[in-house]
């Protein structure tokens, strides 16, 4: 006797509903082809320019439609110029990755990834293996020391006091307060007035300057933190307009975003929480499903799918506007939220995201040689990150996801919550083991009865009677396909 757990994925949206089997009920699936969200974005977190590109051909291979770097623009020089990713007392070599996130002027290339020259070489090598390029930017702040910042910048706004905002250096003490959280200090960092037009023009050259050497997509740090039109304004402020100007729906002293923003990947990092207006920013950009990886993580620290909601998105907009993730660097970095989830952990839930039919998954490059004991590894800015992004479970489920385009996905549970089988159509399914136990798999499908053996271990799986069977390995992936 078989006792089966299953998560039916409405999609609402589209008008169609999926029934799965159990015991002796009727499976009913959805027509073959329906929308769906086919790319996989790697996030080369802190790899220099040069490593990228000497990396190209690899993260190609591995089926990455797209490579997210680190901020590319002037940054504040912090501890000597070390190059460290986080340098602890006694260090010999000094530095900290989060400098290049304080810009001390919007222009190409800083001392911890490289020149201008080196990035438009990256996205030359990028473009001939058909990988597209995301740069992270931040308009939002500047460094925390706003006296290093250059007198190109300045003089652009007329002055330095005409760079921020009137509430600019006030801390934000109430961050659900959308006038403290889109025009007050955080953590340090002085507000931008993103307001001021003359500040809106630099920025827009820098953007602009970034799509003529190849850039093709953005990734909007803290862009919760600036205003939308239905926010509380500045002193300083007239209209809160900027992402009008930085999405290209208008023009700024006759300056627009120089490509359609539709031919853009453009996304923000609005992080969920009370009073976040993720609708209305929507309008705008992808965004960031950060309770959806808060929840993944909780299956994957109980080994239990039934741990959290993972048939919902935890989010208000659409998942096919949503950028995906088993962790983010801030969740590795910041407080180590994620950093003592294992490389086999990481893998499972990267497998489960990519396998099913919507959102964009983002998969976080950790630091080279990192451990759960030494989360910083080498700890070294410009280096390359550890083998997991090319991993054969990675690259197997980054290229069955392109391989099920337009299949409705179903997602199948085994009542211990162990194992979860995502089938797209009755092209394929992968199987994960969320467990740190060997599993015996009993799940029903509608894959098409056979034997089939998976992509990665040549495991044989068989499909009879609406049922799959075989064993999975402790935190191992399959992935299936239907030839």
Known sequence: MRTLLTTTIAMAALGLMTLSSCGGQKTETAPEEVATNDDVILHAWSWSFDTIAANMKDIAAAGYDYVQTSPANTCYVGEGGGMALFSQEG???????????????????????????????MCDSAAKYGVRVIVDVLPNHTAIDHKAVLPGLDNAVSG??????????????????????????????????????DFQHYYLEYVNDLLSIGVRGFRYDTAKHIGLPSDPLDAKAERNNFWEVATGREPVKGLSLALPADSLFIYGEVLQDKNVKETEYAEYMNLTASSYGHALREVLNKGDYRADDLASWHHPVEASQ???????????????????????????????????????????????????????????IGARGNDEFKHPEVVAANHFRRAMHGQPEKVVASENGAVVEVERGTKGAAVVNFSEEPQAVSLATDLPAGTYKD???????????????????????YIIEVK
């Open 455 to 477: 992509q990665v271990y040549s495991t044989e799986w068989k499909v009879a009677d609406g049922v799959l069977t075989g064993e999975a390995a402790p935190l191992r992936t």
């Open 91 to 121: 260090d010999s070599v000094k530095g900290k990755w989060y400098y290049y996130y304080q810009p001390t002027d919007w222009k190409i290339g800083n001392y911890m990834l490289g020149t201008r020259e080196q990035l438009a070489a």
């Open 322 to 380: 949503l950028v995906t993730w088993v962790e983010s660097h801030d969740t590795y970095c910041n407080e180590h939220e994620s950093a003592s989830l294992t490389d086999d952990q990481i893998r499972a839930g990267w497998v489960f995201l990519v396998a099913r039919q919507e959102g964009t998954p983002l998969f976080y490059s950790r630091p080279a040689g990192s451990t759960r004991e030494n989360y910083w590894g080498n700890n070294r």
């Open 160 to 197: 330095h006091e005409n760079l921020y905002h009137a509430n600019g250096f006030t801390p934000i003490t109430e961050w659900n307060d959308r006038y403290q959280c889109t025009t007050g200090e955080m953590g340090g960092l002085p507000d931008v007035n993103t307001e001021n037009p």
